[in-house]
């Protein structure tokens, strides 16, 4: 079983940056596609970027792209979010998951938009709220 537990959420104005770090437990971390994900109130859930770990190659929703940067540290088996010139709209809650079954064919992840479905394990959540 893999656990996934998610930090580093809060407050901040716009314009402002956070960091999001996502812990990942197990042996196999090399193998995985980790990615976040975020849902706003009366919103579907949302693709926000992915990593495949073996590879260092990422993948970035069009909204964030230039403003996130997505990142591993495969010592530590944590996968962090990093989030610059934060908007009002990028409120949510920020979900980490992790593709356990896809995470080796890495080809899967080029050019394409990931989808909640490819992914196995999820974190709990953590907030992030940007003001105006």
């Known amino acids: 079983q893999v656990q996934l537990v998610e930090s580093g959420g809060g407050s901040k104005q716009a314009g402002g940056s956070l960091r999001l770090s996502c812990a990942v437990s197990g042996r196999a971390f090399s193998s995985y596609a980790v990615a976040w994900f975020r849902q706003a109130p009366g919103n579907r859930r949302e693709f926000v970027a992915n990593?495949?770990?073996?590879?260092?190659?990422?993948t970035y929703a069009g909204s964030v792209k230039d403003r996130f940067t997505i990142s591993s540290d495969n010592a530590k088996n944590t996968v962090y979010l990093q989030m610059n010139s934060l908007k009002p709209e990028d409120t949510a809650v920020y979900y980490c998951?992790?593709?356990?079954?896809?995470?080796?064919?890495?080809?899967?992840?080029?050019?394409?938009?990931?989808?909640?479905?490819?992914?196995?394990?999820w974190g709990q959540g953590t907030q992030v709220f940007v003001s105006s």
């Open positions: 998951a992790v593709a356990a079954r896809l995470g080796p064919q890495t080809s899967y992840f080029d050019n394409v938009t990931p989808t909640v479905d490819w992914y196995d394990y």
């Open positions: 990593i495949v770990i073996s590879t260092g190659s990422t």
